[in-house]
């Protein structure tokens, strides 16, 4: 079974410090992992996915998330934080379905504060 | 292009009373899933279609949930009766690609479910 793991349900940084999300997944086959994001009463908006072609990924706002097999783990990560990042972020693997379509498992999400 | 919808937006009703949400998805998708995000966790599965045939509803609770998908296009989740622990954000998504685990879903903006 497919699994990943958030550390830290809160996260607080100060607007243009350091933005560093942490996942960690389990997976028996080379995982397909993704980060969404989800603002205040809306749906979850796709960040950024890792399909083996590069450990390093970048992603949408500045985001990037790098793949590291020997640690099991697919951080995410922004330079500089801005206000508007302040959502819930969700970090979850894929795997195909046979039938058709693919089953995402989510993590159990980081709520990210940006403070002045 | 339109995004994916779902309505309504907040539901409030009783316990065992039931209750009907409603989706379309992005014009052209063949794969539609249903998921029930409860406070402070991540988006579960409930059930996904690929046109109008079910793929994968083993997280579905059968004895009070019900869903379709009429001529491989919109959906309805049906909730009959509602238990308080129903209280959740149902989340419908739905992708382009018929097979593959690497593939983006696309998420609407979600029904607020409160059972009282």
């Known amino acids: 079974a497919q699994s990943v793991t958030q550390l830290g349900s809160h996260v607080s940084v100060s607007e243009g410090a350091l933005v560093l999300l942490r996942c960690n997944y389990s997976?028996?086959?080379?995982?397909?992992l993704f980060w969404y994001v989800q603002y205040p009463n809306q749906g979850l908006q796709l960040l950024l996915k890792?399909?083996?072609?590069?450990?390093l990924v970048k992603g949408i706002n500045g985001f990037e998330a790098e793949f590291k097999k020997s640690e099991t783990s697919f951080h995410l990560t922004k330079p500089s934080a801005h206000m508007s990042d302040a959502a819930e972020y969700f970090c979850?693997?894929?795997?195909?379905?046979?039938?058709?379509?693919?089953?995402?498992?989510f993590g159990t999400g980081t709520q990210l504060k940006v403070e002045l | 292009e339109a995004g994916v919808a779902q309505s309504p937006r907040y539901k409030i009703i009783e316990k065992r009373q039931s209750v009907a949400f409603w989706c379309n998805p992005i014009?052209?998708?063949?794969?539609l899933y249903w998921y029930q995000q409860i406070l402070g966790q991540g988006p579960k599965l409930l059930i996904q279609f690929q046109n109008n045939g079910v793929v994968d509803d083993s997280q579905l609770p059968k004895d009070r949930f019900s869903a379709e998908r009429l001529k491989g296009v919109d959906s309805t989740l049906k909730i009959q009766p509602a238990k308080l622990e129903d209280s959740a954000v149902y989340l419908c998504?739905?992708?382009?690609?018929?097979?593959?685990?690497?593939?983006?879903?696309?998420f609407g903006p979600g029904t607020r479910l409160t059972v009282t």
């Open positions: 998504a739905s992708s382009p690609y018929t097979s593959g685990a690497s593939y983006e879903q696309y």
């Open positions: 890792y399909t083996s072609a590069a450990t």
């Open positions: 997976s028996s086959v080379p995982p397909y």
């Open positions: 979850a693997v894929s795997r195909r379905i046979t039938g058709g379509g693919n089953k995402l498992t």
């Open positions: 014009s052209g998708h063949a794969t």
